[in-house]
């Protein structure tokens, strides 16, 4: 399956959505047009497939990332969701880029809702577990963040994947993420019982 996936990235970015059929794909991925239609019977089922698995993996990431974040600071939290999303964003580079076309081209509402919904539950979850601040509005806050983080992302694969966009990309979409969650939370309380004094 990863090389039917792989062959349908390369038909993708060489011919277009448009030029792209299950034969062309099969012919890149070596496999009969047999096999493609046993498991995709028409284009629209691969293309499909494609997005759900490239989006799993994007919500494998970030999930992962979540765990290994669970009680940390804030900026801790902030920084490294930021960085597992970009980075399984852009593994697939440029393939990655023909995807929102794709997913313009498909009726994708429920799987994107499964997806956003999946991921708004990981991020809330995860920023209850502050060390260092907590939210008043947890679910707005997850809403926004989130946007953010996405919304921005897009913006720039689909209009410049240069090095030199990403490279800023890289580096200031974790400043504004931190900056929007410091402004939006406040001080967690000390617990422990034991006076500044």
Same mark, same amino acid.
């Given at each position: 399956?990863? %090389?039917?996936?792989? %062959? @349908?990235?390369?038909? =993708?970015?060489?011919?277009?959505?448009?030029?792209?059929?299950? @034969?062309?794909?099969? +012919?890149?991925?070596?496999?009969?047009?047999?096999?493609? !239609?046993?498991?995709?019977? $028409?284009? +629209?089922?691969?293309?499909? %497939?494609?997005?759900?698995?490239?989006?799993?993996?994007?919500? @494998?990431?970030?999930?992962?990332?979540?765990?290994?974040?669970?009680?940390?600071?804030?900026?801790?939290?902030?920084?490294? =969701?930021?960085? %597992?999303?970009?980075?399984?964003?852009?593994? $697939?580079?440029?393939?990655?880029?023909?995807?929102?076309?794709?997913?313009?081209? =498909?009726?994708?509402?429920?799987?994107?809702?499964?997806?956003?919904?999946?991921?708004? +539950?990981?991020?809330?979850?995860? =920023?209850?577990?502050?060390?260092?601040?907590?939210?008043?509005?947890?679910?707005?806050?997850?809403?926004?963040?989130? *946007?953010?983080?996405?919304?921005?992302?897009?913006?720039?694969?689909?209009?410049?994947?240069?090095?030199? *966009?990403?490279?800023?990309?890289?580096?200031?979409?974790?400043?504004?993420?931190?900056? !929007?969650?410091?402004?939006? *939370?406040?001080?967690?309380?000390? @617990?422990?019982?034991?006076?500044?004094?």
């Amino acid at each position: 399956m990863a %090389a039917i996936f792989e %062959a @349908t990235f390369q038909v =993708l970015l060489s011919e277009g959505i448009a030029r792209l059929t299950t @034969t062309r794909v099969a +012919q890149r991925a070596g496999v009969s047009v047999g096999t493609m !239609y046993q498991y995709f019977p $028409h284009k +629209q089922a691969l293309l499909y %497939a494609v997005l759900d698995q490239y989006l799993e993996d994007v919500m @494998t990431a970030m999930q992962a990332a979540c765990v290994r974040y669970e009680g940390a600071s804030l900026r801790e939290i902030s920084d490294g =969701l930021c960085r %597992a999303y970009l980075d399984a964003k852009l593994r $697939h580079l440029p393939g990655s880029r023909a995807l929102y076309v794709v997913a313009a081209e =498909l009726d994708t509402a429920d799987l994107i809702a499964d997806v956003v919904g999946r991921a708004d +539950q990981a991020i809330a979850r995860l =920023l209850t577990t502050a060390s260092d601040a907590v939210f008043d509005d947890i679910e707005t806050v997850t809403f926004a963040w989130r *946007s953010m983080l996405v919304g921005t992302v897009q913006a720039v694969l689909e209009k410049d994947g240069s090095p030199a *966009s990403l490279a800023i990309l890289r580096t200031q979409l974790p400043v504004m993420a931190r900056a !929007y969650l410091v402004e939006a *939370s406040r001080s967690r309380p000390d @617990t422990t019982g034991v006076s500044a004094s």
